[in-house]
């Protein structure tokens, strides 16, 4: 069926099986407005949801519950494989470097999200170690409880023994009914990653199956995107990394010096802060500071909540420049969705000048975050790697 057609297209070549550095090709799949709009089910759908994509960089974290809002609801998704247990079962997975936790949907979930996905069957794997503690995730448009285990995971060639999985018992609502992946492998830092367990590239490292202690992100319009644990590709960026040092260690974390367009500061004058987060799909910053850019480039809201440009503008458009460590790095304006134009930022409510970088901007970097030097390192990705 066309999961498993996935799952085969999505397994790793044989040339880049090396045992301490695996590449996961990731597939670019269709938005969920494209699914909706082809099963029918779009004008039911809840088109207006509140937009908290900056909550989980603000919620208390101490409690064993873990924010993780997936926005953006309407846009693409980058999915990878994995298997889980022994012998393996496959799983498609949303690789974020906004959380930490590795989840799937367990075979005991009835909700209409989990019948609709692949789950997981305990019962079947030799190599299940049940715990029975229970997890919440709380995300910005529903919720996933369920309860915690242990279990071999092979992600790419790399086989990760006694890892940490939540196994969700309960999806509710329509949130994650349509979306392409299973699950959610987390790839932040131990501080965030509910009930204190241990993240799966902290268990590569500890358990010495990388080559070296950081991984990396190739996204393409095109095909071809990928993550790289162990290691990086030179041959898909150009010219050399900036390296820019870490502000935290929850998220990927970074300073930024201020955001200029046409050589005038438009936004954060004094600095700010921004995280660099695989799972979610624009550029996300203050209200007031987006509404700002948005005048600059001639947006437009309209009734989903996104906003519109004239796609005849786009070679007239100004450049949005983010200057973070000194070295200026263009972000996209500007995307083409199913035949019409809308910006490539989106605002939020939060307590702090904080910017989410995104998709958007990361299929114009190829980016390497650096464990063991605590530093992101971004280059500009070539358009065919």
Known sequence: DQKRSVLSLLSPPAHLCHPSLARIPLRRTKSLRHRLEEQGLLEAFPNMLSSRVGSKFFSGLTSGVTTEPLENIMDAEYVGAISIGTPPQQFLVLFDTGSSDLWVPSVDCSSPACVRHERFDH?????????????????GTGSVAGVLAYDTVHVGNIQVSNQAIGLSKKEPGSFLTHHTFDGILGLA????ASSGTVPIFDNMMSQGLVDKDLFSIYLSSRTGSFVMLGGM???CFSGRLRWIPLSAETYWQIAVDRIIMRSRVVACPR??????????????????DVAAIQRHIGASEYTSGQVRISCRAKKSLPDVVFVIGGTKLTALNLQIYLGYCKSGFESIAIPAELWILGEVFLRQYYSVFDRAHRRVGLAPAVQQC
Do not use: N
């Open 189 to 192: 830092f131990p501080s965030i």
């Open 271 to 288: 600095g700010c802060q921004a995280v660099i987060d695989s799972g979610t799909m624009l550029l996300a910053g203050p209200l007031r």
């Open 123 to 139: 019962r079947l794997s030799a190599t299940h170690r049940p715990t029975g503690q229970p997890i919440s995730i709380q995300y």
């Open 233 to 235: 590709d030179s041959s």
